[in-house]
């Protein structure tokens, strides 16, 4: 039997929606705009699957660095690392204070 590694391998219940979030996500999600040095949460959107990040890091909070194109550049404290990961907007959510 082949072995299957894809890269929403082992995602089936992290990234379900609840019953009334599904469909595609609002407008308003793709153009979120965010400041460098704003805290944000990586919440992937499985109904966008363009500019997804992996899915070690769903449910993280990282730190935006910068614009890539239409994504976001983000710092995520991984253990005694520091990893930098590319998102679209449609998977992030700002931190509220």
């Known amino acids: 039997m ?3 590694n894809g890269q929403k391998k082992k995602t089936r219940y992290k990234y379900k929606k609840d019953l009334r979030e599904r469909g595609m996500a609002p407008v308003t999600a793709a153009i979120q705009e965010f400041e460098p ?3 944000v949460h990586i919440v992937v959107n499985p109904s966008v699957q363009t500019g997804m990040p992996h899915r070690r890091f769903h449910g993280r ?3 935006v660095v910068g614009k890539q194109g239409r994504a976001w550049v983000l710092e995520i404290a991984d253990g005694n690392m520091t ?5 679209l ?3 992030l959510r700002a931190q509220r204070l």
Request: charged content about 10%; cysteine-free; proline content about 6%.
């Open 2 to 4: 082949a072995h299957h």
């Open 37 to 39: 040095g704003q805290r």
């Open 61 to 63: 909070t990282g730190v």
């Open 83 to 87: 990893k930098t990961v590319v998102s």
């Open 89 to 91: 907007p449609q998977h």
